[in-house]
């Protein structure tokens, strides 16, 4: 023992586990195989819809990508990492976020016989980084198209296509009129520069009751607020609105203030003080004559009764981002000063204030603006679930609509992209020399995993239309040649109007490529079990089993 050579020597501490070389490989190419299998069911307009419960017993049902995973808690590291890329494609594109976990995952799966043969992990690298470069030049030059995005009926024709694979497909045509509407109210140039904020600026307000139907675009904003006092008008046309980020209330003290009185009129004189304060700021708000204040703190009962003798109408308590929305709306200005308020700091762009009653609680409206650059999207539906499900089919669809506003580029949807790169890679293949080729091939396999996921969705015979759509795409000129989702079958793709953002797709390719590339570079995973004691420890693997039954 002493001697040294016979006893092993521990670097590591022993509670942790270590796994490297070719296992972890391996390891790494089936967590993604297995988080691809677990979405894979949800892409096309044939898609099936998953129910997740979460640890407090809610339940989510859905078939966007993002929303499913995000439910499911798994301990692979690799796995977690794929989890990871669909919500950057959510953020980054706001659609793709199913195809983008099965196209990583096929990626994964078609370098598992290379890494078996032997072959460098640095080799494959190499060869799908050149494929990547190659399929996004292929795509912008060949196989892309110009649309004008003035034009609506081309642009609600895009929006269907996203519309199309989610549970809104029903009211597709209204969806996509929301979305459309939506995202040209928040659209902003400035400096040659186009901003649009559909996060801040295209609230959805979720109304539950009614009809789906009667969803629509305000040209204005909505509130879940009340008026302030029963007396104030409920109903006000072309108002002049004024917007404070300040109390009507008497100011209390930062820090603990103590007073001392030595006679009975002083404590009168207090309270008269604070009654002149209150009073002060009401009169620097009345002489402007606005009709309606909305304040993001509260409003004394006694500053209510100086502005309802006034006959302005109040709300309070207002979120600072609604706030900000009703000034985009009506052209206010939110002062942080009653002494401070200008008579441009007003905004009179809104044509209607009022307050309506749905179901058992109230809601303001501040509609009929001129020239909104906020709005709000009042969605109704029969129970939460829907709607929740709708809101995230249409923030999907307000995103896909940015996408094509801000890169007005087109490329042909339902797998007909797919098909079109995957020949043109397999030609450009043949120009690689070295072993690097086969990897780079490989890629160009791997994409066909789109078309084919569409015809197995839809129930269609896969190798009879996948073999029939490859002899299509043998010729360049067809490259608008794609699976109908809805029938299996393979169609023009200008025929069936189905076209997607060149922005998304080209962010699908990059994401699943460069984070297969990434798991492959691994060949090491050191992972340290926590300590009993730590409260971490348990609470983190607790939920494994069952959620990832569920989303199974």
Known sequence: MKYGGSAPVLVLNQNTKRENGKKVQLGNVAAGKMIADVIRTCLGPRAMLKMLMDPMGGIVMTNDGNAILREI???????????EISRTQDEEVGD????????AGEMMSVAEPFLQQQMHPTLIISAYQQAMEDMLQIMKEKFSMKVDITNRDEMLKILKSCVGTKFVNRWGDLACQIAYDAVKTVSLDENGRKEIDIKRYAKVEKVPGGIIEDSKVLNG?????????PKMKRRIENPRILLLDCSLEYKKGESQTNLEMSQQHDFARILQMEEEYIQRICEDIIQFKPDLIFTEKGISDLAQHFLIKANITAIRRV????????????GATIVNR??????????TGAGLFEVQKFGDEYFTFVTECKDPKACTILLRGASKDILNEVERNLQDAMNSARNVMI???????GGAIEMALTHALTEKAKTITGVQQWP????????????????QNCGGNTIRTLTALRA???????FCWGIDGEKGTIVDMNELGVWDAFAVKAQTYKTALETAMLLLRIDDIVSGTKKAEGSEGHGATAPTGPMEGGGD
């Open 73 to 83: 808690t798994v301990q692979h590291p690799a796995a977690k990492s794929m989890i």
């Open 96 to 103: 793709g976020t199913t195809s983008v976990i099965i196209l």
């Open 221 to 229: 904003v909505m509130l879940n607020k009340d008026v302030t006092h």
């Open 319 to 330: 979120r600072k981002s609604d706030n900000n929305r009703i000034a985009r709306a009506c």
């Open 338 to 347: 009653t002494d401070e308020i200008r008579e441009e700091d007003l905004g």
């Open 407 to 413: 890169e007005p580029l087109l490329v042909p949807g």
């Open 440 to 455: 780079y091939k490989a890629v160009a396999t791997a994409l066909e995993v789109i078309p084919r996921t569409l015809i």
């Open 472 to 478: 299509k795409h043998a010729d360049p000129s067809n």
